[in-house]
Nanobody, 118 residues
Framework: QVQLVESGGGLVQPGGSLRLSCAAS????????MGWYRQAPGKQRELVAV???????NDADAVKGRFTISRDNAKNTVYLQMNSLKPEDTAVYYC????????????WGQGTQVTVSS
């Protein structure tokens, strides 16, 4: 069973920075897409940023210019550098991995809380 383990969440003041990490382990041959989603209280889960194994990214408009996704394919790890954080970034951030070469299987991490507040 593939497992995704997130780290790096916490409490930060507006304008601050955090770096999230997510490491995948288990029977993995290939991870096609790896990235981050978030869910704020009372809202639906939404895409933050994802990256393919070839380096193609898809970022939400709300985080463009502030968040940067990166990936270490050799370590099956994805990172999210979050700068200039705003209170509206407060949410549980979930790591997501689409594994395989077709058909694909989607896995989720347990989530890590990010709170932006003064």
């Amino acid at each position: 069973q593939v497992q995704l383990v997130e780290s790096g969440g916490g409490l930060v003041q507006p304008g601050g920075s955090l770096r999230l990490s997510c490491a995948a382990s288990g029977p993995i041959f290939s991870i096609y897409v790896m990235g981050w989603y978030r869910q704020a209280p009372g809202k639906q889960r939404e895409l933050v940023a994802v990256m393919t194994s070839g380096g193609i990214t898809n970022d939400a408009d709300a985080v463009k210019g502030r968040f940067t996704i990166s990936r270490d394919n050799a370590k099956n790890t994805v990172y999210l550098q979050m700068n200039s954080l705003k209170p509206e970034d407060t949410a549980v951030y979930y790591c997501n991995a689409v594994v395989g070469t077709g058909p694909y299987t989607t896995y989720w991490g347990q989530g890590t809380q990010v709170t932006v507040s003064s």
